[in-house]
């Protein structure tokens, strides 16, 4: 089956640290993959996307890069700013290879707080 | 363009009672997904549908849970009788055009079952 793993949180980093968070997954197809963020109260955002080996996705300054060879999609950002701080997710969607309640699957999320 | 739009925003009610959640996807899309977010299990797909019509609902936890998408811009989700285990966030995300696009989702519904 499919599934994503993410590095547990939370996460607290210093304003204008770097950020790396670290996503790996597994699937029996062909994923898209992507990044969502959940602020405060809110519904998830479409952060970032890739649809194939070796995409970079990336927007507001975080980029990811789909590595087909290390099954991995980390996000980064070379400079977090207190606004970032929120939980993020890491997700797959594979509903092409036989679709089932894992062929869209999120990780668990990473709380990211980032301190002044 | 409004967004995916839940209600209520927030539910209480008592252990045995059936409890109707409600939502509205964008206009147009085609794709509309249940999920229920916790802390122990984070978020867990329910069911969707494409079209209106339920592709998958291996994710339904009993059959106390159903969906229902009488039409292109309206999905209920109901549990009937409701306990104390089924207190969660559930988001409704709505997708266009095929399975792997990306999902805007709604705001949730907070659901406490006391």
């Known amino acids: 089956g499919n599934s994503v793993t993410q590095m547990e949180g939370p996460v607290t980093l210093s304003e204008e640290a770097f950020l790396t968070i670290n996503c790996t997954y597994t699937a029996t197809g062909y994923p898209s993959l992507f990044w969502y963020v959940q602020y405060p109260g809110e519904g998830l955002q479409l952060l970032l996307k890739?649809?194939?080996?070796?995409d970079k996705g990336s927007n507001k300054g975080f980029e990811a890069t789909y590595r087909k060879e290390t099954t991995s999609f980390h996000l980064e950002k070379g400079s977090v700013q207190v606004s970032d701080s929120a939980v993020y997710f890491c997700?797959?969607?594979?509903?092409?290879?036989?679709?089932?309640?894992?062929?869209?699957?999120f990780g668990k999320g990473t709380h990211l707080i980032i301190q002044p | 363009d409004a967004g995916v739009i839940q209600s209520p925003r927030h539910e209480v009610t008592e252990m045995g009672q059936e409890v109707t959640l409600r939502c509205k996807p964008i206009s147009g899309h085609d794709y509309l997904f249940w999920y229920r977010q916790t802390m122990m299990r984070g978020l867990e797909l329910l069911i969707y549908f494409n079209n209106n019509v339920p592709i998958d609902d291996s994710g339904m936890p009993e059959d106390r849970f159903s969906a229902k998408m009488p039409n292109a811009s309206f999905s209920t989700l109901k549990i009937q009788p409701s306990e104390p285990r089924d207190s969660a966030v559930y988001f409704c995300?709505?997708?266009?055009?095929?399975?792997?696009?990306?999902?805007?989702f709604g705001n949730g519904t907070r659901l406490t079952v006391t």
């Open positions: 995300a709505s997708s266009y055009g095929e399975p792997n696009s990306p999902l805007h």
């Open positions: 997700a797959l969607s594979d509903l092409y290879s036989g679709g089932g309640a894992d062929g869209l699957t």
């Open positions: 890739a649809t194939k080996a070796d």
